[in-house]
Structures are given as C-alpha cells and as structure tokens.
C-alpha cells in the first residue's frame, strides 16, 4: 500500500519492486556483515506498514478494490499453489548441491554471505536469489522447502506483472494472460522444484521490459519503478548482465522517442540510477568476493573474464573444436525437431505475423506493438546466441565446450524471455481487435488458437511441474538420514569414509550431496573395491575416518568389510574404533 500510494507504481509491479529492493537492501547489509539486523530491521518496519494500513482500513481511508486486481489475486493463488506443492520437499537436482542450495545453507550457518569459512567452489557466482531466500526463511524459519517455496514467491511475483492490462471486465484477457505466464513457468522441465535460477532470471528480464514499456511517456516512473529489478538481474546470474543489456537500450530508447521537453535530464538520470548503480551493486560484489576469499584471485573462478581469457592467445582449444563450434551452436539454436524452445518460437513468430497481416487488411493500420515486438525478440536471439559463441570459445574449457554444457539452459532463459514478450504483445493486440472481440465465434476460436500455440510446445513439460518429485526413496535421502545419526555425535567435523558401488560414473552427484550435508571437506568416497590395491586405500581411509557410512554395496564390498562387522546387512553407518587391537566398527543408530 505505501508503494501504491507514495510512489503511486501500478499494483501488478509492486511485489517484485519490493521483493526486489528488499534482496538489494538486505545484499547492502552482507557487505557490512550486518544480514540479519536488516532482515529485522526490514520485517518490524513491515509490521508497524502492516498496522498502520489496517487501521485505515477499518476507518475507510482506503478501500480494497485497489488492490483487488487481476495481478494480485494470481500473485495470491500462486503463492499458495506453491507452498503447497513444496511442502516438505527436500533438494534433489545436482546443481542445488553443486551450488545454489549450498549457498543458501551456508549463509544461514554463517548469518552472512559467503566467504572464505565455507565450501562454496564458484566464489564470483552473485548470490541475488540466495539473499531474497535468506530474507524469507529468516522470518518463516529455515527449511529446503521453505527455500522453494521463497524462490517460488519470486517467480510468482514477476508472473503476476504479465496481468498489468488486465481487469475484472476482460476475463478472456486474464485467461490468456494466466496462459502465459503458465507456459512461462513450463519452459524447463520441473524448474520448480530446485532453486536454479535459469527461469527466474528470464522472467525479471521480461518483468523489467514489460515495466519500461507500460511507463514508456513517464521516464521518471519508469526509472524508480525498474532500478531496483535491474540491480536484482545483475544479482541473480552474471548473465543478467547481457538482459541488462537489453533493457537498458529499450529504456534509453523510450526516452529518446517520447520524452520531447526533459530529454538530456532524463537520460542523465536513466544513466546515473538505471544504469550507474545496478553496476555499481555489482562491482561491489566483486570487490567484496576479493576480500572474502583472500586466497583466491578473480581469475581462478570459471567463466573469469579477463584480457588473458578473451585473447586469442588465450584460446586453449583444438581448431577442430573451434571449427565445430560454430555450426554445432547454430543447430542447437535452430533445429526444430524435438526441441520445444525452438518449436515455440517459431509458431508465435508464425501466428504474429498472421496477426499483423490480418490487422493490416483489416484496418490499414500497422500492428506497431507487435512489428516491433516480433523485430525486437528475433535480433535480442540472434544477439544472444552470439554472446554463446563467444562464452562457449573463450571462458568454456573445451570438453566441455564439444557438447554444448550447459545449453539447454541457457538457451532456456533467452527463450522464457523472447516468447514472454511476444505472448504479452499478441494478446494486447489480440485484446484491442474490434473485429475479433465483437464476433464470439471469432473471439472464442482465436483463444483457442493462441492458447495451444502457448502451450502445445511444451506440453510434455506439464507433467513435470504438477507432479511432485519422489524424495522418501531417493538416494539424497539416504544419505541425509545417514548423516543425521552422526551430525551432532561426538565431534562437530568429523571425518566420514562413504562407500556407494552405485555412484560410480555419476559425475560427482554423491560428492556434492555430501560436501552439502556436511559443509566440510572431511570426507572420502570409494566406489569400487576391485583389487588389492583398492583395499589396502580403504583401509587406510578407514584409519583417518571418524565414521563410515555405507550407501550400497557390491559384492566385492560385501566380502571385504564382513570382517569388521557383524550382521548380514552392511548397509549403514558405523562408528571407526582404530586401537592397538586393530580396527573394528560399531553400529550406530
């Protein structure tokens, strides 16, 4: 209410203009190392707004239709949608392991951001969606869940700035809209349930477009609505910063094109506050990363971009490689055969340009929205896969270069982005057709048609999303309960030896599991016992270990550690007693 009637922002941007401020105030607050006092500072301010509207309520000073808009009841329904489907679920994708469910639990162990204390391998990753989580679950309580569910709000929040020119009197408007937005949410498969970032940061780059474009006649309105969500792209993936780049030339455009009287302040001030201080938060993150991890340098990280990186010299790859590339990207960004990103682009290039025919010949009037929706979204592609190019050539180590790593991804984020502001503009375009909205037929069958070309490209993803993953078999639970017998037991760093026959040739699945559960290098995982060799390494594993914890087991593994126990089952979690007399095992439970 204080945004609605101070700063006067359209109720469908208010949720992400605040979630947003609030990330970049709370992100202000790490670098002091003050998190948490923010975090408080931030919820008892929200409590004394939240009395404070109440009570004007209660005496009729506002009234609830303000608020009751299309947007605000989908950013309701979205969030109970999601706290419902991720009610006690636990992390299970790779990455969240690797890094962005590391982070969160790291922040909450040290109450601040990372630093050269924690485990955490990609140091330069910026940690935007980590610290909104952190703000929530420092409130509601920390849990994976209620990581997801915090991510989640965040999705929802930008979901809802699609219904920005809905209202109650246009429901076929709102359905489309809600459409969109689904088909948004559907793009990668089960995106839902882990706190990936590749989805939520295509829909704050689309958010932030949506926003420039509603505010386009009103620089100053669009400058304080948008700053904050550009300093929340730069914060959520370092690839923000290509939609930075995006946004900010549509930003500097808008003012050139209508701004007539003010135009030099306005693009001072564009520069200064859109442009100047989200780099400026970003830089900042550099510099503080420096000082956190003194004994790394910048350059050690992965995708480091320095003179050194973006040398030709400093090309560290095979010419067949570098030959391959180019035309292996080009097919990965165009190939419609089983590739929904792409089938989806090209039917809502397709049905735009049907729209803007029809619109001419109906009319005589150019469909300018869309024209220059539909130009806008195909160069913003074709820009983007060239920035591929160059990310795979220069900063990519080469084996994984060869097989595109990381693409679908990628490729991903810039479709979310592209195909969310086409939708917008057709159903704008769509919703202004007399002719269309004055036959019913008409009406109802172009619905029909937009909808399927939404979403039949990735109806298979559909199930994916309102199917909850299976967690209670799953080994990431295993070895949570395993640990859990030994988290607090005895010492507070032990040293763990694991065993899992199964896990071998995982890429690292278990290791990043147990460098989660664990927070702490200590550990040592064997896959296989196939010699003599391998079992004089385990029993000198065993010797340096606190504990073992057994996952699964072979049978090679089943004859060698039968010794040092006595029960049929070996599966489980045993305390190391390494004494004069040997080494023996204790079951704990």
């Not at 669009?222 to 700053?227: N, R, Y």
């Not at 350059?299 to 030959?323: H, M, P, Q, R, W």
Request: charged share 15%; hydrophobic share 50%.
């Amino acid at each position: 209410m204080l945004v609605l009637h101070e700063i006067k922002i359209h109720a469908a941007f208010i949720p992400i203009f605040t979630f947003s401020a609030i990330t970049s105030f709370v992100f202000l607050a790490g670098l002091f190392q003050i998190m948490p006092e923010a975090v408080n500072l931030i919820f008892y301010i929200g409590l004394l707004l939240c009395g404070r509207y109440a009570y004007l309520f209660w005496n009729k000073k506002y009234v609830l239709e303000e608020i009751a808009v299309p947007s605000t009841v989908m950013l309701v329904v979205l969030t109970v949608l999601f706290m419902f489907l991720l009610k006690g679920l636990a992390l299970l994708h790779y990455d969240n392991f690797s890094h962005w469910g590391l982070i969160i639990k790291e922040m909450f162990d040290l109450n601040s951001l990372p630093d050269d204390r924690t485990v955490i391998q990609f140091k330069n990753y910026p940690p935007g969606s980590a610290v909104f989580i952190y703000f929530i679950n420092k409130i509601i309580g920390y849990s994976e869940s209620h990581a997801l569910m915090a991510q989640g709000f965040l999705v929802a929040a930008n979901l809802a700035v699609l219904l920005v020119y809905c209202n109650w009197k246009k429901p076929s408007q709102i359905l489309l809209s809600i459409v969109s937005g689904f088909t948004l949410l559907i793009v990668i498969k089960a995106n839902i349930y882990n706190l990936l970032v590749d989805t939520l940061l295509g829909l704050v780059a689309v958010s932030i477009t949506v926003i420039a474009y509603y505010y386009r006649k009103n620089w100053l309105k669009s400058l304080i609505a948008t700053m904050p969500i550009l300093i929340l792209l730069l914060l959520v993936k370092d690839s923000g910063k290509i939609f930075f780049i995006f946004n900010i030339a549509l930003l500097l455009w808008f003012v050139i094109s209508y701004e007539s009287k003010k135009k030099t302040k306005a693009l001072v001030f564009v520069t200064i506050f859109a442009i100047f201080i989200p780099l400026f938060t970003s830089f900042l993150w550099g510099e503080y990363t420096d000082k956190a991890y003194p004994n790394t340098t910048y350059e050690d990280n992965k995708f480091a971009v320095t003179l050194d990186t973006l040398s030709l010299s400093g090309i560290d790859k095979s010419e067949e490689a570098i030959s391959n590339l180019g035309p292996d990207l080009l097919q990965a960004a165009t190939k419609f055969d089983a590739n929904s990103n792409v089938e989806s682009l090209f039917w809502l290039n397709s049905i735009s340009i049907l729209f803007i025919i029809g619109i001419y010949l109906h009319r005589r009037e150019k469909a300018k929205l869309l024209i220059s929706t539909t130009v806008l979204i195909n160069v913003f592609y074709a820009f983007y896969i060239a920035a591929l190019y160059l990310m795979y050539l220069f900063l990519m180590p080469e084996i994984e270069m060869v097989y595109l790593a990381g693409f679908y991804r990628y490729h991903s984020t810039i479709v979310i982005y592209c195909i969310g502001l086409l939708m917008t503009a057709l159903i704008q375009e769509w919703s202004k057709s007399d002719l269309i909205q004055k036959h019913i037929l008409l009406k109802l069958g172009t619905m029909i048609c937009l909808i399927t070309v939404f979403v039949f490209p990735f109806h298979e993803h559909i199930k994916s999303i309102t199917t909850r993953p299976e967690v209670a078999n799953s080994l990431r639970m295993d070895l949570k309960n395993a640990y859990d017998k030994i988290r607090y037991r005895d010492s507070e760093n032990p040293t763990v030896l694991y065993y899992s026959s199964e896990s071998q040739g995982d890429r690292g699945y278990l290791r990043n599991m147990v460098l989660y559960e664990m927070l702490s290098w200590r550990f040592h995982i064997t896959y296989k016992l196939d010699g003599e060799e391998a079992k004089q390494s385990f029993l000198d594993e065993m010797k340096k270990s606190d504990y073992i914890i057994v996952l699964d087991t072979d049978k090679n593994f089943k004859s060698f550690f039968s010794t040092y126990v006595d029960s049929n089952n070996i599966e489980g979690v045993y305390k190391v007693n390494n004494s004069d007399n040997g080494l023996t095992t204790v079951p704990v439970h």
